[in-house]
């Protein structure tokens, strides 16, 4: 996906429509988030897309290991 800010959006909107009318999918910026999405009625994410954008969320949630309780005895802890 296509990304361009909210000011660029403005300028360029017809721009933008033609090339979501041919299937790409663009993304408006508000400071640096994602606001909106632009594309055409037909468009839909593919399961790919869909996989690879969980595994980039999934990649970014660091899943703390908890300690065994025979590490803590040993460690004096409990």
């Not at 721009?15 to 408006?28: D, Q, S, T």
């Not at 468009?43 to 595994?55: D, G």
């Amino acid at each position: 996906m296509h990304t361009v800010g909210l000011f660029e959006a403005k300028q360029k909107l017809s721009e933008l429509v033609e090339r979501a009318n041919g299937g790409e999918r663009i993304g408006i910026t508000r400071r640096g988030k994602l606001a909106a999405v632009i594309s055409s009625p037909q468009a839909r994410t593919s399961l790919k897309e869909i996989f690879t954008a969980i595994e980039r969320v999934r990649s970014k949630v660091r899943r703390r290991k908890r300690p065994s309780t025979k590490s803590l005895i040993e460690e004096g802890r409990i």
